[in-house]
């Protein structure tokens, strides 16, 4: 069974970047039917979709966050990653992980989630 | 890009139909696949519906999907409510420049 975890700091400064990483377990992040994605999730409201990326590198992003954000993906560790740079309280989310086929962007495999409070 | 606007809100009885709906503010419903997922307090998303219409495994029958070209919605219908199907479901889609789209939710309380 696949199983994702999202790890990284819960706490960010102000106008720093937040950076996470999603491990993948169960099953090889190279795999060509599958993008993995980041969508987070501010406390008491909706899910906002921040961007993708697929095994050869190439990304896409939400173009309301575009100018911020930053994707990688480590085949050799079988983990992703995601920089938000200068954020602000706005960016205090829970922040998942997640796999969607590459052909209908259906996630089907989620992380449990990590909150990040941007805060001084 | 486009939108896609839920009621806030719906609420049932146990053993009633309930059905969510989800507008697509420009462009076609049927031009990408809608998926639903259902979220409980303190849970990630789990799909109840794929590709507009079909169910994973484990889902029971009791949801079902559906497209409507004519009002642009999908809509989310559950049958036989269950005390357990209180939840916050969001539908999502995709625009053809790969930029991914939920809308905003919709809080679901059986009564």
């Known amino acids: 069974q696949l199983q994702l975890q999202e790890s990284g700091p819960g706490l960010v400064k102000p106008s720093e970047t937040l950076s996470l990483t999603c491990t993948v377990s169960?099953?090889?992040?190279?795999?060509?039917?599958?993008?993995w994605g980041w969508i987070r999730q501010p406390p008491g409201r909706g899910l906002e979709w921040i961007g993708s990326i697929y095994y050869t590198w190439t990304t896409y992003y939400n173009p309301s966050l575009k100018s911020r954000v930053t994707m990688s993906i480590d085949s050799s560790k079988n983990h992703f990653s995601l920089n938000l740079s200068s954020v602000t309280a706005a960016d205090t989310a829970v922040y998942f992980c997640?796999?969607?086929?590459?052909?209908?962007?259906?996630?089907?495999?989620w992380g449990l989630g990590t909150l990040v409070t941007v805060s001084s | 890009n486009f939108m896609l606007t839920q009621p806030h809100s719906v609420s049932e009885s146990p053993g009633k139909t309930v059905t969510i709906s989800c507008t697509r503010s420009s462009g076609s419903i049927a031009s990408n696949y809608v998926q639903w997922y259902q979220q409980r307090p303190g849970s990630s998303p789990t799909t109840v519906i794929y590709?507009?219409?079909?169910?994973p495994s484990g889902v029971p029958d009791r949801f079902s999907g559906s497209i409507d070209s004519s009002s642009n919605s999908a809509s989310l219908t559950i049958s036989g409510l269950k005390t357990e199907d209180e939840a916050d479901y969001y539908c999502?889609?995709?625009?053809?420049?790969?930029?991914?789209?939920f809308g905003g939710g919709t809080k679901l309380t059986v009564l």
């Open positions: 590709e507009g219409i079909h169910r």
């Open positions: 999502q889609s995709y625009h053809s420049s790969n930029s991914v789209v």
């Open positions: 169960g099953g090889s992040i190279n795999r060509n039917s599958y993008s």
């Open positions: 997640a796999r969607s086929y590459i052909n209908t962007w259906a996630f089907d495999f």
